[in-house]
Structure formats: structure tokens, C-alpha cells
């Protein structure tokens, strides 16, 4: 009689680690489909640090505008533009030498990168 009852209960641990491992595995799926691709990060920042005057930014993903913001360090805004292509060039002649942080939005997505100007 003990025996039956230990069956019993064996048969009902095993059972709830099992629906315990796929309820697990059901929510992982249900989150990596919600992950999106930030096309953004493949978006191109050079030379770093500048010297010439010129910035080149060069996207592998041309599917939206692009926004493109310029920023000094103590977050003013010095320059915005948009990138309509695959590549674009910003002119930073006229700022001075330092750090300063280039902001790239598009309708979904954001990214942020320091650049020095020597």
C-alpha cells in the first residue's frame, strides 16, 4: 500500500517539473519574438576621432530617414540634419576641438556615439 502511494506521488512531481519546463520554454519563445532588429547600429561613424573636418556616416539600411543631431558636451545643440541615403557627410570645420556626442534617430530607434574633433 505504501508503495502505491509513493508511485503516486512520484508520478506527480515528475508531472509538475514537466509542465513547469514548458511553461518556461513557452515564455522564452513568446520573448524573442517581441525583440526587434535596431537597424541603427549598423550604421557606419567615421573617421573617429576627426581631424580632417568632415564626418561620414554610411548605413547598410536605407528604409527611413534618418535624424541626425550634434551635440556639446553640457547639451546644447549645435547641428541637425537628416540622412535621406546611404551615406552622409557633416561638415564640423567650424566647431572647436573636443568631445561631442552625435545622436541618430529614426522612427523606431535611437543610438548615441561620442565623437572627439582634434
Do not use: C
Request: aromatic share 8%.
Amino acid at each position: 500500500m505504501k508503495e502505491k502511494y509513493l508511485y503516486i506521488f512520484l508520478l506527480f512531481v515528475i508531472t509538475g517539473f514537466s509542465v513547469q519546463a514548458q511553461s518556461t520554454k513557452n515564455s522564452q519563445n513568446n520573448t524573442e519574438t517581441v525583440k526587434t532588429e535596431n537597424t541603427l547600429e549598423t550604421i557606419q561613424i567615421y573617421p573617429n576621432p576627426v581631424v580632417g573636418g568632415k564626418i561620414y556616416l554610411t548605413s547598410e539600411h536605407n528604409n527611413s530617414t534618418k535624424k541626425i543631431e550634434l551635440y556639446d558636451m553640457l547639451g546644447k545643440k549645435i547641428m541637425e540634419t537628416e540622412m535621406n541615403s546611404y551615406q552622409k557627410e557633416l561638415s564640423v570645420s567650424n566647431l572647436k576641438a573636443g568631445v561631442y556626442i552625435l545622436k541618430i534617430n529614426d522612427k523606431t530607434n535611437s543610438i548615441t556615439r561620442k565623437i572627439i574633433i582634434k
